[in-house]
């Protein structure tokens, strides 16, 4: 089955971010080897600066055209709903498309999400239109009332963006996906390796965003295709269903001819 986003349907599960790659070339290939069908892109970064892009905003637009992929937009660094909001009308106008990823930081060491600040946002951005996907934290409270504000998807975090720390809290994540079984749940942030995007979509997330794992990887085109392969396995085996965890010991293959 396809991931779902609003009224969109993709074929892949893998949103792949396109900061920090050593060269546009390098980008190009994962991005390719990725088979992404959605790609961020760091606004705040790429309109702050001031400096020439180095090709890499074309490289991106390239590409998703030729993969057929969405451009998604990011308000990453922004502090305040005001400004994510500001950021995200700039989006619009400049990409042609209302979908958005909202980043509120409230803590600058962990980089955690300001909830306070990232649902005012998404009430605004839902309001005017907007296809809202929100990097959040796995808080169920939090969560309920970004979906009733109208956000097409919620992106709860793994660990802290960069750490490669992976599912700090699989209880939480777990909780998350039983109590909102119908929504769209993307883990955003904090995967380091491909087993842990697998154990995500084990949990039965329907999807996984990355963007440092593959841009800082010795060799970002092969990392960029072992998470896509991962991703794929892990959904299969959430399909599949798997078996559950027991205490004992249990034979796989009975033994029939022993005294009771």
């Known amino acids: 089955m396809s991931l779902h986003i609003g009224a969109t349907a993709l074929c892949s599960r893998f949103l792949l ?18 088979g992404a069908q959605v790609l961020t892109l760091g606004l705040k970064r790429t309109l702050g ?14 590409a998703a055209q030729q993969q057929g992929a969405r451009l998604l937009p990011n308000t990453a660094g922004c502090r305040t709903a005001h400004e994510a909001v500001q950021l995200a009308l700039m989006a619009r106008e400049l990409f042609g498309t209302d979908w958005i990823k909202l980043e509120v930081v409230g803590d600058e060491q962990l980089l955690a ?59 939480a994540l777990r909780a ?37 794992a593959v841009a800082q990887a010795a060799d970002p085109v092969r990392m960029a295709a072992a998470f896509a392969a991962a991703i794929e396995a892990g959904r299969q085996a959430y399909a599949a269903g798997l078996i559950a965890p027991q205490d004992l010991a249990i034979p796989s293959t009975p033994v029939w001819d022993r005294a009771a």
């Open 17 to 34: 971010g396109t900061a920090g790659y050593p060269s546009p070339e390098t980008l190009r290939q994962a991005i390719a080897a990725s």
């Open 49 to 62: 600066t001031g400096q020439p892009d180095n090709g890499f905003v074309q490289i991106i637009r390239h």
């Open 176 to 212: 998350l996906r039983a109590r909102f079984p119908r929504a769209t749940l993307i883990v955003d942030a904090g995967l380091g390796a491909p087993s842990q995007a697998a154990q995500a979509m084990e949990l039965g997330f329907d999807g996984v965003l990355l963007n440092s």
């Open 113 to 171: 999400p300001d909830p306070f600040e990232l649902l005012s946002a998404a009430r605004e951005l839902c309001a005017q239109g907007f296809t809202v996907l929100p990097y959040c934290t796995d808080d169920l409270v939090l969560s309920q009332r970004l979906l009733d504000a109208g956000c097409a998807a919620l992106m709860p975090w793994g660990a802290p963006i960069g750490s490669g720390q992976g599912l700090l809290n699989p209880f």
